[in-house]
């Protein structure tokens, strides 16, 4: 299955076998969130990969839905939200870069020919007693992990124009207020400073002092 069928073919599964699924697949599947890209390569997350077998009656207090526990495991991503990355506004990365690995992950187990369900309507203090979670950790999504029950979906979308707006002719005037200057001019600072020591421990490198 290429990229674009696995988008294609994607779907919210809600009812699973329970057939297992081969630990070399939830391998794989687990790589592809290693490989997913975080803010600044923070890689502050955790996936918690929990068995449902002999713990469906406790996990389904996580979330009610009697498909949460069909498939063999479920999947959660937690962010480590005082370890991700920090825009200068203060705007935390850790949901964005938590979306990326669980989408990254969901992606992967449908290539596999696995079925998923991402779920943010869990109860979080359920979550984090059962699962016994760090309190530097955020529960931010869960899939269950398996294989598909069902046979047929549909996709609901938008229409793309609803979606996307081109622009590039007609972009706004933006003067920068002088502190804003003044930040740019500190990090160019910075930067170049960090430079001349590079070139300062090379210089004391090839000239043997
Ligand atoms: C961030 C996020 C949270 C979601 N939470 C739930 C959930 O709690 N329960 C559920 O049944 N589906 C949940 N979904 C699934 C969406 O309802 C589903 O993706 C959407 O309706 C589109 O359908 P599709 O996934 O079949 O393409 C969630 C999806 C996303 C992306």
Not at 52 to 68: A, C, D, M, S
Not at 112 to 120: I, K, N, R, S
Not at 148 to 166: A, G, H, I, Q, W
């Amino acid at each position: 299955m290429d990229y674009f069928e696995v988008v294609q073919v994607r779907h919210s599964v809600r009812s699973y076998k329970p057939d297992p699924v081969e630990p070399e697949k939830l391998q794989r599947i687990l790589e592809c969130a290693r490989l997913a890209p975080t803010a600044a390569n923070r890689q502050a997350y955790k996936v918690v990969v929990v068995a449902t077998e002999g713990n469906k009656e406790v996990l389904q207090h996580i979330y009610r839905n009697p498909w949460f526990v069909q498939a063999p495991y479920i999947l959660c991503v937690c962010s480590v939200p005082g370890k991700s990355w920090v825009r200068s506004d203060k705007k935390n990365y850790s949901d964005v870069d938590a979306a990326i690995v669980m989408d990254h992950m969901v992606l992967a187990a449908t290539a596999l020919g696995l079925g998923t369900c991402w779920v943010a309507a869990f109860d979080v203090e359920a979550t984090r007693t059962i699962l016994k979670l760090d309190d530097a950790w955020e529960p931010i999504a869960f899939t269950p992990l398996g294989y598909p029950n069902d046979s047929t979906f549909k996709k609901v979308r938008k229409p793309l124009e609803e979606m996307v707006v081109y622009t590039g002719p007609d972009l706004g005037d933006y003067k920068m207020t002088a502190g804003k200057q003044f930040q740019i001019q500190k990090q160019q600072l910075k930067s170049s400073l960090g430079r001349v020591e590079v070139v300062r421990k090379i210089h004391k490198i090839i000239s043997g002092n």
